[in-house]
């Protein structure tokens, strides 16, 4: 029987981390600067489908969007909107199929996912929906894991072990997912990459501790200010770097409604 990742997995997942959001990784403000990229987000529409946690929704409400998230999971809308009440950030909540969503055609000004599209064993339903709800002009930014990368022989290793936290999930190139992006119906305007800060072997060594000898190190490590900014210099160069994005942990491309 073919692994798939079930709404089992994310409420199991989400309930979890209730109580220590704050000790979850995030994305690093990357979603929130990436949509930012094209523009102010002030007095529209912007949605965040499959929203987790929901962070970057509600850092992008907080500089003047109309938020909304989107999710199937009753555990994950509840950790947003908890967030949302304790900041007093007005967010609408929906509980819906990506698929399916409850809106008319053109509705909104921008969307975007991150950790969802590599879920869907065929991704074109969820991507021509995204197209189906954006305006004419407006915006999707879709967000994946990368190929090329050691943290996808990690977690297809873990797949085959049937340990994958998600239950499972592919992978994508630039191209691939440019492609998709294309047929979707949407205009491809760019594409960019990040790097995992901090790197997989201090999250595996992280995890390993916490769960077997219950020490919990920083999300974090402590490292000199000039060498913070030395790497956040040199990735910063080569984010938009088409070949450096092979070398990334995840990627994204931009589609805009003609």
Known sequence: MARVSTLDHWESYWKGHTQDIDDTYSTGGRLVREVLADGSVEGKLVMEIGAGSGRDLLALAKLGAH??????????????????????????????????????????????????????????????????????????LVDVP????????????????????????????????????????????????DWMVPGLWYRVVREVLKRGLKIKLPLHPAVPAFWSRGWDGLRASLRNQRWALNTCHVIGTVGRRK
């Not at 992006?181 to 960019?192: D, I, P, Q």
């Open 67 to 140: 938020g909304i998230v989107l999710d199937y999971s009753p555990a994950s809308l509840k950790l947003v909107k908890q967030q949302a009440e304790a900041q007093g950030i007005p967010v609408m909540f929906v509980q819906a199929d990506a698929t399916r969503m409850p809106f008319r055609d053109g509705a909104i000004d921008v969307s975007f996912h991150q950790g969802l599209l590599e879920h869907f064993r065929d991704p074109m339903p969820l991507l021509k929906e995204n197209a189906r709800i954006t305006r004419s002009g407006g915006r999707v």
């Open 146 to 193: 990368q190929t090329y990368h050691l943290y996808t022989v990690m977690k297809n290793l873990l797949i085959l072990m049937n340990k994958w936290f998600a239950g499972w999930e592919t992978q994508f190139t630039v191209s691939q997912l440019e492609r998709l992006v294309r047929e979707s119906g949407l205009e491809v305007t760019r594409s960019y990459g």
